[in-house]
């Protein structure tokens, strides 16, 4: 689905003023839950979530922690409930055997990079990743799931989308106010520039992490050359504004709903679309996996990783974790 253009930001009109007694409903039933006690796993657990729904570069965000608790030489897995799939778990993600309709594709871009669980119950989740030998859990997502405490969550924050219009859903996307949400986080992580002043909504004082996404190594052979950008993930603009950092001509492009499954159809006509504008047709790793396994090779994929400002900042946040990670017997 779609997210009403009323998120986004603004007034809305009455549509947020009618709805806002749903959200106060919604808004107080995440509060009891968010409550209640979890589940305190024998490694660390960190938490990658945010106040909103939709994508505010959590994934990304998670792939980073990963690789960076890797470097340290923690056994790291990642956990998350695999939005999009039918699998239920608790279920260890195996790319070769998996698809996108199976598990989701944020659970297939993980699993990518370090071994990847599956689970709607995170609790269930945890304790199998534990049992198989996970030394730490990197959460993508969760932050208002409370069947697992964490020992570091971090706030993910768009900077180019922010808080959207500051209401609770489904009178805005928030899930949670704001507040209650930092409140449960040692830092903010800010990516990109803080267009819509989302900082100003966080407690006075709190940690804020800034970085920017940057294009991947194939951006270069991108520079100048027309492409036909096609996508289906929360913030569209995010993706094309990658393609233009990376020098790449805009030709034509295409946005979807977020997770929206492609199929032969689909591929098929923005293939042909992008013939006719003579364009490359590019798409993002979230949409790569969605995409019909015959048609992949005729898509080029925009790859982005993080930079941060103060890396030292965030590695400071991991090392009292990396001392707790128990020892292999």
Same mark, same amino acid.
């Given at each position: ?16 003023? &009618? ?41 990304? *965000?998670? &792939? ?28 260890? *993600? ?23 669980? *599956? ?36 706030? %993910? ?31 903010? %992580? ?36 027309? *492409? ?70 005729? %898509? ?24 707790? %990670?128990?020892?292999?017997?």
């Amino acid at each position: 689905m779609r997210a009403p253009g009323f998120w986004s930001g603004g007034s809305g009109g009455i549509a947020p003023l &009618l709805l806002s007694p749903i959200a106060a409903i919604y808004a107080a039933a995440t509060a009891r839950r968010v409550a209640r006690p979890g589940w305190q796993a024998p490694v660390p657990v960190i938490c990658c979530g945010n106040a909103t729904a939709g994508g505010a570069g959590k994934t990304t *965000v998670a &792939l980073d922690l990963g690789q960076r608790l890797a470097n340290r030489g923690v056994g790291g897995v990642f956990l998350t409930r695999g939005y999009g799939g039918r699998v239920k778990g608790p279920l260890m *993600v195996d790319p070769a055997l998996h698809d996108s309709q199976a598990v989701g594709d944020e659970a297939l871009l993980l699993a990518a990079t370090r071994p990847t669980w *599956v689970s709607g119950d995170r609790e269930a989740g945890a304790r199998a990743a534990v049992e198989a030998g996970a030394q730490a859990i990197v959460m993508d997502d969760g932050l208002q799931n409370p069947g697992l405490r964490k020992d570091l969550s971090l706030l %993910v924050v768009d900077g180019n989308y922010g808080f959207g219009n500051g209401r609770i859903i489904p009178a805005g996307p928030l899930r949670e106010p704001v507040e209650a949400a930092a409140a449960r986080c040692r830092a903010a %992580v800010l990516i990109g520039e803080d267009e819509t002043d989302a900082l100003s909504r966080l407690p006075p004082g709190m940690t804020v992490l800034r970085a920017r996404l940057v294009p991947g190594p194939e951006a270069e052979l991108l520079t100048g050359q027309p *492409v036909f950008a096609f996508c289906g993930i929360a913030n569209p603009r995010k993706f094309f504004a990658s393609l233009q950092e990376a020098g790449a001509v805009l030709a034509g492009r295409v946005s979807y709903a977020d997770h929206y499954p492609f199929d032969a159809g689909d591929l098929r006509d923005l293939l042909e679309q992008a013939e006719t504008l003579r364009a490359i047709p590019v798409t993002t790793q979230k949409d790569y996996v969605r995409i019909p396994p015959a048609f992949r090779s005729r %898509v080029t994929v925009l790859t982005v990783r993080l930079e941060w400002e103060d890396p030292v900042a965030l590695e400071t946040l991991l090392e009292p974790l990396a001392q707790r %990670v128990p020892v292999p017997a």
